[in-house]
């Protein structure tokens, strides 16, 4: 299929992007912002989505910020309109602190998807599926959203509201996104009928180490089970406290399981997901407790 009929705009810098939602909105038009384009314009040519105008965040790229991924002290920023491709051969910068963010990216489609979508996009975008909206979860990024009053920031927790809705409003724009919780013992897993496709169900993890044989605690966040992403905490109370190994992954998984109401769809019934979740929430704990052993 072929997208319905839309009028195009290019935006030279934020303010500029900025000043057309607004003025676009104001003239009775639905405009929708496109940087890497890599869920708008597949969601257009099925004419899921039909925004009245686009306003293309390109040029945006000549300003450095906008791509930019650096650390500031014990944080991590990353532009805008990094691509998960720059994320993912980005090591030395995200260290081994932030490096599930480098781990996870080969889940993401495939190479050309990876080299054109953006970090903000898939955040914007909010598919509870998306590994960046569960990483977000994972390890408290704040959202940097610039609109006509200024810049404001969205915690990950108060970001998604489901199904393809987010705090973001109409007008604003994304400028940047940092990640405030480092997380040494992470790791990002999931399940799809194909490599590249889009996940049935996933699962992102991080455990925090009382000492060499016991844990402070953990997080579990999933997608693919609700609306939008979500953390368990049923699960993480498993986790503090407890021993890490095998039987203790195995509970937490179970714990994840029982605590979720999974849809029915075409992809699967609620009951495969929840046995999905059992598995994944086991694997992810594994990696990422391993990951810290033998680092």
């Not at 914007?124 to 590994?131: I, K, N, R, S």
Request: hydrophobic share 45%; with cysteine.
């Amino acid at each position: 299929m072929k997208p319905a009929a839309f009028s195009y705009h290019r935006a030279h810098d934020v303010a500029d992007a900025v000043g057309l939602l607004g003025e676009l909105a104001a003239a009775g038009a639905e405009p929708k912002l496109i940087a890497g384009g890599q869920s708008l314009i597949p969601m257009m040519n099925f004419r899921l989505a039909r925004p009245t105008v686009l306003v293309d965040l390109g040029p945006l790229r000549r300003d450095p910020a906008m791509s930019a991924i650096r650390r500031d002290g014990p944080q991590l920023r990353i532009g805008a309109l990094s691509t998960h491709r720059a994320v993912e051969t980005a090591g030395r910068t995200l260290g081994p602190e932030f490096d599930v963010l480098s781990r996870a990216m080969r889940w993401v489609g495939h190479l050309p998807i990876r080299s054109r979508g953006t970090v903000a996009g898939s955040i914007v975008h909010g598919d509870a599926t998306a590994e960046w909206c569960l990483l977000a979860l994972l390890l408290d990024a704040v959202i940097v959203a610039e609109g006509p009053n200024g810049q404001r920031e969205i915690p990950a927790a108060e970001m998604f509201y489901g199904f393809y809705a987010t705090a973001v409003e109409p007008d604003e724009v994304v400028v940047e996104v940092r990640f405030t919780r480092p997380a040494p013992r992470a790791a990002l897993t999931e399940f799809a009928r194909r490599h590249g496709d889009f996940a049935i169900v996933d699962a992102a993890v991080s455990l925090d180490a009382a000492d060499a044989d016991r844990l402070a605690g953990g997080r579990v966040v999933l997608g693919g089970v609700s609306p939008a992403p979500v953390r368990i905490p049923e699960a993480e109370a498993v986790l503090a406290g407890g021993v890490p190994g095998p039987d203790l992954f195995t509970e937490c998984g179970e714990a994840a399981a029982a605590a979720i109401d999974p849809p029915d769809d075409a992809a699967g019934t609620g009951a495969y997901r929840r046995r999905l979740t059992r598995t994944l929430v086991a694997q992810a704990l594994h990696e990422a407790w391993q990951k810290g052993v033998t680092r």
